[in-house]
């Protein structure tokens, strides 16, 4: 069995090779009949792999090395928290009795830019804060009209978000690819090739960008028609779906 332990990883083969971020903590139990001590460390994606077999000496000194890594990233955690509650504080002062819109862009990059409360906080993957509460529906939807106010799109810097980790980042990204999803429906993909103008009271005139002889006049009082012919046909759909 090969050891290799200090305190930025642990590396016990054929059992595990780690470093310490990416586990959440460990224990040790008797090996009962087997004889030895039993190790098991929990990750923080939820598996947890068990070493049989060990001698004193190796279990202590795990836990020696792991007390060290916990001791020396304490102040870096404590910061992170500082900037996480430092920008989560001003988001909801801009949040409050206002909508998002009435910030120019130059305001939103100041108040997110600086100070202790950076914006860095939303575009990284934090998997020390996956078990971050869950942030209000109402704040998610603000943040993310931020973000796009500041043209910041998941496609361009949010990475895609753990499904299984609930910091910021990945809170933000998953509210975000699901508003997005929700924006996209199946009739806006197949509809969207209409030009539609209204010309009247319940009347619409539906045009093919591409052939502008082909147009339809749909009628959405009682009953609703087209003069296509042909009842709920893709016009009438082009329509009521805009």
């Not at 004889?35 to 000194?61: C, F, M, R, W, Y």
């Not at 108040?111 to 993957?125: K, Y």
């Amino acid at each position: 069995m090969k050891v290799k332990i200090n305190d930025q990883f642990i590396c016990i083969s054929p059992y595990i090779s780690a470093r310490w971020n990416q586990i959440a903590f460990i224990e040790s139990c008797d090996g009962g009949t087997e004889g030895g001590i039993t190790l098991k460390l929990h990750l923080i994606d939820g598996e947890t792999v068990s070493i049989p077999n060990l001698g004193q000496a190796i279990v202590d000194e795990v836990f020696q090395e792991h007390l060290l890594y916990l001791e020396s990233t304490a102040p870096q955690k404590n910061k992170e928290e500082e900037k996480i509650s430092s920008l989560l504080g001003a988001v909801q002062q801009m949040a409050k009795g206002c909508e998002v819109q009435v910030f120019s862009q130059k305001g939103l990059v100041s108040m997110l830019l600086g100070g202790a409360g950076s914006i860095n906080v939303l575009l990284q993957h934090s998997p020390e804060h996956k078990d971050h509460p869950d942030l209000p529906t109402d704040l998610l939807e603000r943040i993310a009209q931020m973000m796009r106010s500041l043209s910041i799109g998941p496609t361009s810097i949010l990475a895609k978000p753990e499904p299984h980790c609930n910091c910021l980042h990945c809170q933000i990204g998953r509210a975000t690819v699901e508003e997005e999803d929700a924006g996209v429906s199946d009739e806006d993909l197949t509809f969207r090739s209409w030009d539609i103008s209204q010309s009247g009271e319940k009347m619409y005139t539906v045009t093919d960008p591409l052939n502008p002889e082909e147009q339809f006049n749909v009628y959405l009082g009682t009953p609703i028609g087209c003069t296509c012919g042909q009842p709920y046909c893709e016009h009438v759909k082009a329509v009521l779906y805009t």
